[in-house]
């Protein structure tokens, strides 16, 4: 009757223990004020010129209705989309290949839908836990073996210092392929040669690259890529998903969007035919005022507005960074990327380290484990907090 | 490597074809004004209370951001929920049994993720084509039999005009059984005592209902159930589906929820256990300001507003299913829905009949045979039109 894949899922998710953990020092506590640098979650207010358009969208709605939204998403956001994200970078995407959706988060749990059940799937470790998960709740990760802290149908490709935190090709060949750069957790990127590799490897295979630029507002440096369609191919193996949660602050808001390239074909079917198909079935768009919102951001006020919170949490991001460098910790991330990987001190396990944090200096991280075992001894901590509270975190820290 | 289940889908989504018949038509006759009462999209704009709501909460955003929504939708709305949909009504639910989500069409797709590939599924005939499809899609629903237009491994459990549109308990015992009332396509309803039994039968029988409620704001006779918790023994077998499009216009602004009982259980397991999993996993909340919107409805004002609104839409409902019957069509719906479900005269075909009032009347409805072969023969109107353009209809048909 009901699903057993759900009753083979260890534990519970990963920020829902970090939350209950907190809650619980928090009661026994209550004299500790807390920071917190784990869940990747936004401290800035939104920007003005996207609140101003949600107050424009919600005084359209109340003169005249706007009814169901296009499946894709309303015409003008994924005109916005085309022309900020890809045009002004010389890639050339169709409206009709961009999905806009309620997160990117979903869409990355959802993706795997168009796909045969009996897919190798293969994913970075550490990695974010959805793709994981939700490859394993439809039984396409196999079965969760306790000792190897690992499904047993999944391959993973190891990312550790020892590499760079860059994945390498896998000895057997997957179908499906997640790739996040700049990464979550590590912080890491790979360069546009690095990722043109995978996609020389992905047309060469017949692999599909789902690849993840929720961080993408975050790359300093040239030669990382915005975009895997940057590289030459990456259309006929490659789904792209974005996220306005990071670049602008949309966290709380729910907006992100999915490309479907329309040359990418598996089995004489093109994706973007499936995808919108599941879209039409499974779907019902994203509301109008929420779809206002996201246009705002392309505006140049709101281009503007946005480019100075991205700004602000990268300053907290070199300034973590930097500091736990100057106490002798061993960091990286932090350069393309809100996030900053830390080694544990000494033999500490990445959650011993997550319970000395907050016990000794009240600030709150994420346990490099909770994202697989290749995790296990690094911990991160994110720019996206306040100015102030990352340098209370840091002197803290000093202190313990 | 991709999901074949895609491909036995038969032809495209019912509304996608109707969008684009009414297109056709509308760019080869430039010159004519169309009257659409097909798709169940709403009319008026949106309530006072209502846009009140969402500018409050964009200024609260723009001051001080609201970071990820809770998985099951925030404490304010699920509270507003438990105590005027249900406590109001006697009816005692958690709040940790509300589940909001982005609209109910995403629910009624998702739900099925969390039971068994080989669960037999039940709908009625004519259907609201998301529980077929979206059972398809993972393989449940078998194959598509074209000159039976109907999957071979669905329970189907015909609703006509000889049965009073109710179903009747199916001869194969079913695992789940979806149910609608007030029902879409038909605008029938059963009454509570009829419910009972459905009830008692998933009780005995170990079936889940999946109880679809969306129009439950248009019931006006007393002996009709609001809510299948209505019933006794209903929390042991039965997940309920709410949606804010059709009682408060939320259709362009996707808002619903869904109630999981924490005493189902199967296979020993709680389902709203299973469900939260699914939450925290596919899906990250929904959007504040929609949530602050949700609770507006809730309000005096709101509520008051939006009875306003239902009544308006009634009237339409109203005055379509007495002048179709003042015209000599045969008629239902209408009474406890804003759907009317007429009767095609003499020997048209559902489809003949749709492009026979585009052409001659130049107003849009949906066609029954596209809800299921028990549909064929019958054609839907909707009372969710301005009152002039239904009027407008009306005289137009009356002339044809």
């Known amino acids: 009757m009901i699903n057993k894949n759900y009753l083979k899922l260890p534990g519970s998710y990963l920020f829902a223990t970090i939350g209950r953990k907190v809650k619980e020092f928090s009661e026994a506590n209550p004299d500790k004020t807390i920071v917190r640098l784990g869940i990747g979650d936004v401290s800035l207010p939104m920007a003005p010129a996207v609140v101003a358009a949600m107050h424009e969208a919600s005084d359209e709605i ?56 009996d897919c190798k799937v293969a994913v970075c470790d550490p990695v974010y836990p959805v793709y994981v998960d939700s490859n394993a709740l439809v039984g396409r990760a196999g079965d969760y073996v306790e000792e190897k802290q690992r499904w047993s149908n999944l391959i993973y490709m190891p990312c550790t210092a020892s590499n760079g935190f860059a994945p390498e090709f896998p000895e057997e060949t997957p179908d499906l392929i997640y790739l996040c750069f700049p990464n979550n957790p590590t912080g890491a990127t790979i360069t546009k040669s690095q990722l043109q590799e995978w996609v020389d490897y992905a047309n060469k295979t017949g692999a599909v690259i789902i690849f993840d630029a929720a961080y993408e507002a975050y790359i300093t440096e040239t030669d990382v890529p915005h975009s895997i369609y940057e590289c030459e191919g990456a259309k006929t193996c490659a789904i792209e998903m974005r996220s306005f ?17 329309k040359e990418l074909v598996r089995d004489d079917v093109s994706l973007n035919t499936l995808w919108l198909k599941h879209q039409e079935i499974k779907f019902n768009g994203v509301s109008y005022m929420v779809q206002k919102a996201g246009a705002a951001v392309y505006t140049p006020e709101g281009m503007a507005q946005t480019k100075e919170q991205v700004a602000y949490y990268m300053k907290n991001a070199r300034t973590i960074r930097d500091g736990l460098a100057d106490m002798g910790y061993t960091v990286s991330g932090g350069v393309n990327s809100p996030y900053v990987w830390l080694k544990t001190p000494g033999t500490m ?35 996206f907090g306040k100015y102030e509270d990352t340098l209370e975190a840091l002197a803290r820290i000093k202190r313990i």
């Open 349 to 383: 396990t990445s959650w011993e380290f997550f319970d000395y944090l907050l016990e000794k200096a009240n600030v709150v991280g994420t346990p490099g484990s909770g994202f697989g075992p290749c995790g296990e001894g690094y911990f991160r901590l994110t720019g």
């Open 245 to 261: 949660s990071k670049n602008a602050g949309f966290t709380g808001t729910r907006l992100g969007y999915t490309v479907v390239p």
């Open 62 to 117: 109340g003169k005249a209705i706007k009814g169901y939204p296009d499946y894709e998403g309303y015409e003008f956001l994924r005109t916005a989309i085309r022309e900020h994200d890809f045009a002004a970078r010389g890639i050339d995407i169709g409206i009709d290949e961009i999905f806009v959706n309620d997160g990117a988060k979903c869409d990355s749990a959802d993706l795997g839908d168009i796909f045969s059940l």
